[in-house]
């Protein structure tokens, strides 16, 4: 059930977004709302159908929560993002800003945690009665497995976090030519993408890092493994990657956002993209078969 309400919803963000280039004016900044509102719903529903309410109630406390927090503090005080308003064409606003902005920090923030937890181990399962827990370990062996584990941690936090700040230099250059908000002061910037401070993409790194290093402790331990169940959630990152380096050299007419964005989110990108296609060809399910199962969860698979 799961993975089918979470390809039912990615089949209709696609479409959603395959039609954007398609339209102009009100028309586009509506289908904009809605494709936010579906993003965000695709991965709060994945989370709550895969891994129960915890999880959900983490993610939207620390993404959408976290998100009109900052938001709010940023376009108050210019800190951290930088000095900027928003127009009226994205929905009502609260404390100035339009509310789809929190939903979208969460849209991305889920499916770039769990591409880090794949590639940093995650699918790995912890088998019940293993010799760690059949013996007592050596001062040496748990010194190692400390070590590794915070190794571990760091490397995610890392992933996940240039895995959605990344995402900014598709989304910002775009949002700023269709007028939906604007900086009071733009520089420096970065080569090609005029009309955006640097400072506005070193606040995405910084809240991310702060989003992601939360939901860990916040969702528990159900946020560290992935299996088959999370596939939509690949489909959907590796969607907004490839697709928006077409749309933005291709449809948009943004051929440097396309370059940064390629590079930036290629981090977490790649490597998830070949980490599937090798699991995919050796037949690895993602260690699901020898996943316990987790009560009140799995009966949603």
């Known amino acids: 059930m799961t993975r ?3 390809w039912t919803l990615l089949g209709v963000l696609v479409l959603a977004q395959i039609c954007y280039p398609l339209t102009t004016g009100d028309t586009r900044a509506g289908l904009t709302v809605a494709t936010v ?81 794949r590639l940093t181990g995650g699918n790995t399962p912890t088998a019940a ?42 989304l910002d250059p775009q949002m700023v030519a269709e007028g939906y908000w604007v900086w009071r002061n733009a520089t420096p910037a970065l080569p090609g993408l005029a ?7 070193l606040g995405w790194l910084l809240f991310a890092v702060l989003m992601m290093s939360a939901l860990r402790p916040l969702a528990g331990p159900a946020a560290e493994r992935t299996d088959q169940r999370d596939h939509p959630m690949f489909a959907l990152y590796l969607w907004t990657y490839f697709s928006s380096i077409l749309a933005h050299a291709v449809f948009l007419d943004l051929p440097a956002s396309a370059l940064w964005g390629a590079a930036g989110m290629a981090v977490t990108a790649v490597p998830l993209a070949v980490t599937l296609l090798r699991a995919r060809r050796a037949g690895d399910a993602y ?9 009140g969860v799995d009966a949603t698979r």
Do not use: C
């Open 129 to 170: 009665g293993s010799t760690s827990e059949a013996s007592a370990p050596t001062a040496t062996a748990s010194a190692a497995t400390t070590g590794s584990t915070v190794g571990r941690w760091v490397g995610r936090i890392a992933l996940a976090t240039v895995g959605l700040a990344a995402w900014d230099l598709f």
């Open 195 to 201: 009309g955006i401070p640097v400072s506005n993409y």
């Open 37 to 117: 509102v579906l993003g965000w719903l695709l991965s709060v529903g994945h989370a709550l159908l895969s891994r129960g309410p915890r999880v959900a109630a983490a993610l939207v406390a620390v993404a959408t929560g976290g998100g009109f927090a900052i938001e709010a503090i940023g376009v108050a005080t210019g800190v951290p993002f930088g000095s900027y308003d928003y127009s009226g064409e994205l929905g009502p606003k609260l404390a100035g800003v339009p509310l789809i902005i929190p939903l979208a920090w969460t849209w991305m923030a889920w499916p770039a945690w769990l591409a880090a937890v």
């Open 4 to 6: 089918r309400i979470s």
């Open 287 to 295: 260690g699901d078969d020898h996943q316990p199962a987790r009560t």
